[in-house]
């Protein structure tokens, strides 16, 4: 059988999601700018969904804009965050991803912003003295941290934190891509500026995501030459797209607690079974730790087999779907910034075990089974492979 183990990455789409995108995609197909009767029925199920995101997350639906996906609205959170507040000062973490840190760097080199990182402990929590230290020393600050972690899972308190940058006078911006729909937002008590939602991570579509903005806040287009989404992003909507991330966030929530059962047994199954089968395994960040992590997102690291294998491609031949770490950068032969920040210590084998409401626990045995053959133990810390390829 094959199996997917890489949720963090991307979730499968949920059947009841593509039933209410498909009349989209056939019947009611019309350009939601045009003023006829099918334009019209698209610019209200356009409508209907930024309705359905705003009511979840306890905001106005003119608080929510539309985008192509997490990665363009954290950009338009950044840039329109600084600039529109005139602000110097950005503070963020070696842990975040991509989407956010090279934006932040790239206005760093070229002098927009002074560029600072937060202090951390060797499980990559993050310094909350630090962050006030550099709020109360300085003018007012751009914040952005993330909720979870993709890579290692780790949970930052974001209420804390909306708290101090409130207290201070900050902007901040939270990536929530890899913990929307797993939790609920109310927006209004979090003090927080900027929240960011991707649909094909709770199991909507590809290409599609949303920025939620305080009302505090001004957005500055990144995308030009329309009048779409409040004259803040131009572009034909993505009508299909928008109506899918609507319902699938609305069956997220719908679902959300049973689901969290479901994956904390998945997840502690997992590591009961690594720790009883394999010797010197360890689990990167706070991952172990269903208090402290995404539910969805185990990071373990393993001795290396003799033989020198690959464990992810050992694993693919074994039809088990998993990642050593962020997908984004699969590809591009670069070693995960995420576990480099976490010390010398994580040259080993990385495995990213991350779990669905549709995996089940006959599938984590299965993994575990045909992960314990490439260690034989021959002794306490002593490994042979039990196989070559």
């Known amino acids: 059988m094959r199996i997917y183990l890489d ?11 593509f039933l209410a995108m498909e009349p989209y995609f056939f019947e009611n197909f019309g350009n939601p700018s045009s003023s006829h009767h099918h334009g019209r029925g698209a610019k209200v199920a356009i409508a209907h969904a930024r309705g359905i ?14 985008t192509s996906g997490g990665s363009e609205a954290d950009n ?21 991803h991509h989407a956010v840190l090279h934006t932040l760097q790239a206005l760093e080199k070229s002098g927009e912003i002074n560029l600072v990182y937060l202090q951390h402990d060797a499980a990559g929590n993050l310094s909350l003295p630090h962050l006030e230290k550099l709020l109360s020393t300085n003018e007012k600050a751009f914040v952005s941290l993330m909720h979870g972690n ?21 902007v901040f911006h939270s990536d929530t891509v890899q913990s929307m729909g797993q939790y609920r937002y109310d927006t209004p008590d979090l003090n927080v500026d900027f929240l960011v939602g991707s649909a094909h991570k709770f199991h909507g579509p590809k290409g599609v995501g949303f920025l939620y903005r305080s009302t505090k806040q001004r957005l500055y287009p990144l995308i030009n030459g329309g009048a779409q989404e409040q004259k803040q992003r ?20 719908r679902n959300r607690d049973v689901a969290q059962r479901h994956l904390i047994q998945l997840k502690e199954r997992l590591i009961y079974k690594l720790k ?33 294998i690959d464990l992810l491609n050992y694993l693919d031949q074994q039809q088990i779907s998993v990642s050593g770490g962020s997908a984004c950068n699969s590809h591009s032969g670069a070693g995960s910034h995420v576990l480099t920040a976490l010390g010398p210590q994580f040259g080993r084998s990385t495995v990213r075990f991350s779990f669905s409401r549709y995996n089940t626990e ?28």
């Open 150 to 170: 993709n890579e290692i899972g780790n949970l930052n308190d974001i209420s804390e934190i909306g708290e101090l940058c409130k207290r201070y006078g900050a």
């Open 276 to 308: 009883d089968r394999i010797v010197g395994v360890t689990f990167n960040g706070n991952s172990a730790n269903t208090m402290l992590s995404l539910n969805s997102v185990l990071s373990v690291s393993l001795p290396d087999p003799q033989n020198g």
């Open 7 to 17: 949720n963090a990455a991307t979730t499968p789409l949920n059947r009841e999601v």
């Open 76 to 96: 338009t959170a950044i840039l329109s965050g600084i600039r529109s507040n005139g602000i110097r000062l950005a503070i963020t973490s070696t842990f975040e």
């Open 362 to 389: 006959e599938e984590i045995d299965y993994a575990l089974e045909k992960l314990a053959k490439c260690y034989v133990g021959t002794g306490k810390g002593v490994y042979t492979a039990e196989f070559s390829l």
């Open 53 to 66: 995101i705003a009511d979840l997350l306890n905001s106005s639906p003119d608080q929510i804009v539309f």
């Open 234 to 253: 131009a572009g034909t909507e993505n009508v299909t797209g928008i109506v899918g991330l609507a319902k699938a966030l609305e069956i997220s929530y």
